[in-house]
């Protein structure tokens, strides 16, 4: 298995710029999160699917953030506009089902200037 | 609330010793618990798990033990070596169908 992918690895950005990041989850898994991590704040999920609806959404830090899952293998996390504070590393995590255990991808390392 | 911190944030130990990272959580209702690796600029690997019936699980070179009655967990690496150079993330979760909370993370660190 490939495992969780996720695109693009880099990315920087303007601020004020839209940003769109990737995810592919592991076939079969139907639990999707995404998580950001930072230096301050350590790992923060920021939103999780099952079967490709959105569950709990709480931890999305402001409308500027959105995500979707058209699909069982797809998910995208938009920020539009992007702000400096912004930077951070972005991961897409994906399990089994909510409550067993996540794997997740490589990351997208985003730097908005 | 629920919350899960790490007793020591860097660990720094000699190539071959035998390191323990330790974790403590607060949520006495926590029945699994997940030990993630994390190396420089990848996503966090999983490493071993354990379920709150158990106290210790084995897995290659690394032992979880889970100390219930003082809501403690710890990651025992044997022979450590530099490759386990990384930050290990100690997981819990509240119970089944809950998500995950992570702990900020101890950096670990193989001297030669």
């Known amino acids: 298995d490939a495992g969780v992918i996720q695109s693009p690895r880099h990315e920087v950005t303007e601020m004020g710029q839209e940003v769109t990041l990737r995810c592919k989850p592991i076939?079969?898994?139907?639990?999707l999160f995404w998580y950001r991590q930072t230096m301050m704040r350590g790992l923060e999920l920021l939103i999780y699917?099952?079967?490709?609806?959105?569950?709990?959404d709480s931890g999305m830090p402001e409308d500027r953030f959105s995500a979707k899952m058209p699909n069982a293998s797809f998910s995208t996390l938009k920020i539009q506009p992007s702000e400096p504070r912004d930077s951070a590393v972005y991961f897409c995590?994906?399990?089994?089902?909510?409550?067993?255990?996540?794997?997740f991808g490589e990351g997208s390392w985003l730097t908005v200037v | 609330g629920e919350s899960v911190g790490l007793h020591l944030p860097t660990l720094s130990v000699q190539e071959g010793d035998n390191s323990i990272i330790n974790c403590a959580y607060s949520?006495?209702?926590?029945?699994?618990f997940i030990w993630y690796k994390q190396e420089s600029g990848k996503g966090p690997q999983f490493i071993i798990d354990?379920?709150?019936?158990?106290d210790k699980r084995q897995g290659q070179r690394v032992t979880v033990l889970l100390n219930k009655t003082v809501k403690h967990l710890s990651l025992q690496i044997a022979a450590t070596q530099p490759g386990d150079s990384a930050v290990y993330f100690c997981?819990?979760?509240?119970?089944?169908?809950?998500?995950?909370?992570f702990g900020p993370g101890t950096r670990l660190s193989v001297l030669p």
């Open positions: 699917f099952n079967n490709n609806v959105p569950i709990d």
């Open positions: 997981a819990e979760r509240a119970n089944y169908g809950q998500n995950f909370v």
């Open positions: 076939s079969g898994h139907n639990s």
């Open positions: 949520n006495s209702a926590s029945d699994y």
């Open positions: 995590a994906s399990s089994f089902a909510s409550g067993n255990t996540i794997y």
């Open positions: 354990i379920r709150s019936n158990m």
